[in-house]
């Protein structure tokens, strides 16, 4: 089973970045999807980005070009780069590790975009 860390969150001003970062740890990272969700204070869950075993991406509509999530199997971490934040991009960030039988979520790491 993979263990997932997140890290790389913190407070920025509207329209900056930020790149944050889940590395994992304890079996074989590569084989695993990676899912980037976001959580708002009173709000679900919702899913931010996607990027597969094999490196093809996905996105929400609302981060579309401006998220990019990226993976590096030698290091087993997956990254999200996040620019021109927004204040509504405010939330817990979580990284979610899955294959077809398992599914591992990191403890998450807080965005706060400030206005």
């Known amino acids: 089973q993979v263990e997932l860390v997140e890290s790389g969150g913190g407070l920025v001003q509207a329209g900056g970045s930020l790149r944050l970062s889940c590395a994992a740890s304890?079996?074989?990272?590569?084989?695993?999807?990676v899912r980037w969700y976001r959580q708002a204070p009173g709000k679900q869950r919702e899913l931010a980005a996607v990027i597969t075993s094999g490196g093809s991406t996905n996105y929400a509509d609302d981060v579309k070009g401006r998220f990019t999530i990226s993976r590096d199997n030698a290091k087993n971490t997956v990254d999200l780069q996040m620019n021109s934040l927004k204040p509504e991009d405010t939330a817990v960030y979580y990284c979610?590790?899955?294959?077809?039988?398992?599914?591992?979520w990191g403890q998450g790491t807080q965005v706060t975009v400030s206005s």
């Open positions: 304890g079996s074989i990272f590569s084989i695993y999807h």
């Open positions: 979610n590790a899955f294959t077809a039988f398992k599914s591992t």
